[in-house]
Every structure is written in structure tokens, then in C-alpha cells.
């Protein structure tokens, strides 16, 4: 195995799908490439990755701009979920402050078409607002660390769905479902109409691994409360783990040496 490039040093910040396979594709296109990813530790037990990583906050942006510092890092790809408001922030600063280079890869929102029952929403406080005074059978696919928003709206009988389960307060009359995505069409239009859901809360995350709710909704006719993304900082954003390869190469960052 040839050695470490120092220069091309690269940190994916992660905790999503499209983390794990650019992290995949560097790992067998380039063998032992100084990359590391890392991830915010939300997840009680990650899904193993193809490159070396690293677990928990670095404390703000100041000590993301240590980190860089201090590990020679040259290239941060915020791969970071779409709904993570802080730390596309933090990456923006820190990569500032040190010279690092920074690029987003942010898969791209779902759009509604013809027919789609959509009811666009800011925040998870409008989302709770957004069901109404009438109780309902709402299917909330939102993760588990904003689900509290819906205890202003009790009169609602909530199925949730969490990788691990929720802290802090929650509604009453909810029913939790552990498991952990990709989720099909077939089988979430199964599920919505086993429960009787009447209405659907999720997050505009995009992406092919959680679409299938939203497809349900649609098959079943079933109005959506579709929450908007966050601000993100203005840096170079591509869409996709292709698109995020062809960049770094163009900059500069990738090893020079391709494994075999
Ligand atoms: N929000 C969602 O809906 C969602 C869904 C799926 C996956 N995720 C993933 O879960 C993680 C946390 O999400 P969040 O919404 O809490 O993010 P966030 O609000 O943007 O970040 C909060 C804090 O968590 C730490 N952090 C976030 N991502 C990190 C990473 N990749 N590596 C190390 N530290 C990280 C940072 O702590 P310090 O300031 O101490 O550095 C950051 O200030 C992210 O990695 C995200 O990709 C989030």
C-alpha cells in the first residue's frame, strides 16, 4: 500500500447515507487514503463504515478549527444531513479560519407533483400547529430528538418511528415503531393503512431511502406536512456521491495514486 498523501487529508462529516458511500468510494478507489469521517454520536450503534472514523462533537467551531488544525486536514466534505442546522455552519467557519477547503454534498429535496396533498411547513412547531383541532391518526417519520413539539397538539394519536428511542417529553397517545430505513413503498402504504393513519409529518430530507412514505401518502391520498429545510451557509454544494468525487478530483484534493 503506497503511503499517505499528508496534503490530501480529508474529513467527511457524516451521519448519512451519502457519507457512507463517498466514504466507501474514496476507501476502494484510493486504499489507505488519509480520510477520516465523522459522526455526532447520535446513533446508539452506526452502521459500520468503510474508512476510519471518529465519534462526538469537537466544541463549536473554534474546536473544529483545532481539530483541522491539529490533524493536517486539507478538504472537509459536510455530508451532513440536510436537516442539521449548526453544524454546516460550524464546517463553513472552521474551514475559513484554517485554509481548509470545503465542500457541501446535500442530496436534493423532494418536490411535490400533481395531486400531492402537501402542507408546507418552517418548523416542527407549525407542523403540530398544522394538524388541526380535529383529532387525527398522524404518522410521524420526523427521528426521534423533535418529537416533544408535538405534546402542544395531545389530542392527536401519534405513530412515531425512531432508529433509538426518543428522551425528554413526548405526547401522550404515542405509539412508537423501532427500525431503522430503507422503508419501501409497498411497505409503508401497508403500514399507514394498517394504522389508519389520516395524516403524515416528515421532514423534506430527499434522497431514495425514506421516499417511500411519501409515495405512500400519495397513493393513499393522504395530506403531508412537509417541513422545510434549514439555511445552509452559501459554500460549493453538489447533489451527489458522483458529482462529490468529480470536485474533489478537479480540486486537487484526492491522492494522486488510484488503488488497483
Ligand atoms: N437533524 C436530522 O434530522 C438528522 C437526521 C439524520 C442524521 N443526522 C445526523 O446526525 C448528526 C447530528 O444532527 P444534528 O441535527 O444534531 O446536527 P447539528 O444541529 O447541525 O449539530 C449539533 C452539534 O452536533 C455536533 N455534530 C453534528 N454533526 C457532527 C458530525 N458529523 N461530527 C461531529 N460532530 C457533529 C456538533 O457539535 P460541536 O459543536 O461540539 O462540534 C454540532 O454543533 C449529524 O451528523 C447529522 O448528519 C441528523
Redesign the pocket.
Known amino acids: 500500500m503506497p503511503p499517505a498523501e499528508p496534503d490530501r487529508t480529508l474529513l467527511i462529516?457524516?451521519?448519512?447515507t451519502e457519507a457512507a458511500q463517498l466514504a466507501a468510494r474514496l476507501a476502494a478507489a484510493y486504499p489507505g487514503i488519509a480520510a477520516t469521517v465523522?459522526?455526532?454520536?447520535?446513533t446508539q450503534d452506526p452502521r459500520p463504515l468503510a474508512l476510519p472514523m471518529r465519534t462526538?462533537?469537537?466544541?463549536?467551531a473554534a474546536?473544529?478549527a483545532d481539530y483541522l488544525a491539529a490533524s493536517g486536514t486539507r478538504t472537509v466534505i459536510d455530508a451532513?444531513?440536510p436537516?442539521?442546522?449548526?453544524?454546516?455552519f460550524?464546517a463553513d467557519v472552521a474551514c475559513r479560519a484554517t485554509g481548509t477547503a470545503l465542500l457541501a454534498l446535500t442530496r436534493r429535496a423532494w418536490q411535490a407533483a400533481d395531486g400531492d396533498r402537501w402542507i408546507g411547513v418552517d418548523t416542527m412547531a407549525e407542523a403540530a400547529a398544522a394538524l388541526g383541532k380535529v383529532p387525527r391518526r398522524v404518522f410521524l417519520t420526523i427521528?426521534r430528538?423533535e418529537l416533544g413539539a408535538f405534546a402542544t397538539a395531545p389530542h392527536h394519536t401519534y405513530l412515531a418511528r425512531v432508529i433509538d428511542p426518543p428522551d425528554g417529553p413526548l405526547p401522550p397517545n404515542l405509539t412508537l415503531l423501532r427500525h431503522r430505513g430503507p422503508f419501501d413503498t409497498e411497505a409503508e402504504t401497508e403500514l399507514m393503512r394498517r394504522a389508519a393513519i389520516d395524516i403524515v409529518v416528515a421532514?423534506n430530507?430527499g434522497g431514495e431511502a425514506t421516499i417511500g412514505k411519501v409515495m405512500a401518502a400519495r397513493r393513499l391520498g393522504l395530506p403531508l406536512v412537509m417541513v422545510s429545510r434549514p439555511a445552509r451557509p452559501a459554500v460549493p454544494t453538489v447533489a451527489t456521491v458522483e458529482e462529490a468525487m468529480d470536485w474533489l478530483g478537479a480540486h486537487g484534493c484526492l491522492p494522486t495514486r488510484r488503488g488497483v
Open positions: 462529516l457524516g451521519g448519512t465523522s459522526l455526532a454520536g447520535r462526538g462533537g469537537f466544541g463549536g474546536g473544529l451532513t444531513h436537516f442539521a442546522a449548526v453544524m454546516p460550524h427521528g430528538q421532514k430530507a
